[in-house]
């Protein structure tokens, strides 16, 4: 299911939702452009979500934002390793819910 080619067809989405896809264009544009934040780390941060939703495109894509931005492969490395820490985290909190009283 996962194909990068996958992405030449987000032309036909936008067609079919254009106020809903330029909406999400301008925002996500917004989002991830300098700012407080610079440029670099909000591409880590995004690849670190993706990490953790397990999206490929978003890895992919996201992934060369980041180098293009000045990442390094060692803070790519760390940036795995936060999400790694967050998700298992989660796991482990969420247990709380399983023991009783």
């Known amino acids: ?15 079919n939702a254009e106020k809903a896809m330029k909406a999400f264009q301008g925002l996500d544009q917004a989002a991830l452009e300098d700012g407080a ?36 492969q060692e803070e790519l490395a760390e940036t795995t390793f936060i999400a790694a820490t967050l998700r298992a985290g989660a796991a482990v909190v969420h247990g709380t819910h399983l023991m009783e009283k």
């Open 37 to 72: 934040i610079p440029k670099k780390y909000k591409e880590l941060m995004a690849v670190a979500v993706a990490l953790t939703t397990q999206c490929p495109y978003c890895l992919e894509i996201h992934k060369k934002h980041a180098i293009d931005a000045g990442a390094t």
């Open 1 to 15: 299911m996962y194909d990068m080619n996958n992405l030449k067809k987000l032309g036909d989405l936008g067609k």
